[in-house]
Structure formats: structure tokens, C-alpha cells
Nanobody, 123 residues
């Protein structure tokens, strides 16, 4: 049983920063596939940053160089540092997780989701 809870969202001006945190409740020393996904109502979801079971981190092209994903094992959190925010980053951000498939494959395994936290970036 895994539960995810996001926090850290808010409103900032263009160029500002926010740090999102996802608390993983029920984590039992398992290498989960985890990541942050954003979705604007009525639009396609976009994986912002994900970390595979082997530790490999992948960033969406639109956020490379601006966002940084990190894990805090002591606190069981997955954090997303968001710098140089743009209005285009405005979205609901969700934390997602899932057990990797055989061989560590993470595609399509994100079956655990948080409620989301809103990020709004103004001009």
C-alpha cells in the first residue's frame, strides 16, 4: 500500500522558483519508479521528471536545465526544484509512482498518484 501526498505548489512570477515535495507513505525500501507529471485540464499529461529504479533521471525537454529531481530517503520524499519558472509551467503537478516491471522497466507502471498541487506562474 502506497500513498502519495504533494506539497509546495503556489503562485510565483516568471523567473521565480518553487520546490515541490512528494511524501511517499508506505514505502518499504523498494526501488519504485517515481516522477512528477503535470497536466492542464483538457490537455495531455506531460512527464516533467522521472527517476527509474536504477536511478536514471529523465527530464522533459521543456524543463531541462531549469528543474532538478532529487530523493530524500530519510524523509521518504521525492522533491522537484523548479527554477526559472515560465508561464508555460503553469499546471497541476502530480506525483506518481509504481513498481518497476521485470528488468526495471518503468513505462506504464505509474499506478499510484497523489492529489496534485497547483503551480501558477505569472508574467
Amino acid at each position: 500500500q502506497v500513498q502519495l501526498q504533494e506539497s509546495g505548489g503556489g503562485s510565483v512570477q516568471s523567473g521565480g522558483s518553487l520546490r515541490l515535495s512528494c511524501e511517499i507513505i508506505g514505502y518499504t525500501d523498494i526501488s519504485y519508479c517515481m516522477g512528477w507529471v503535470r497536466q492542464v485540464s483538457g490537455k495531455e499529461r506531460e512527464a516533467v521528471a522521472t527517476i527509474d529504479s536504477d536511478g536514471s533521471i529523465t527530464y522533459a525537454e521543456s524543463v531541462k536545465g531549469r528543474f532538478a529531481l532529487s530523493q530524500d530517503n530519510a524523509k521518504n520524499t521525492l522533491d522537484l526544484q523548479m527554477n526559472s519558472l515560465k508561464p508555460e509551467d503553469t499546471s497541476m503537478y502530480y506525483c506518481a509512482a509504481g513498481l518497476p516491471r521485470y528488468g526495471g522497466e518503468c513505462t506504464g507502471v505509474y499506478n499510484y498518484w497523489g492529489q496534485g498541487t497547483q503551480v501558477t506562474v505569472s508574467h
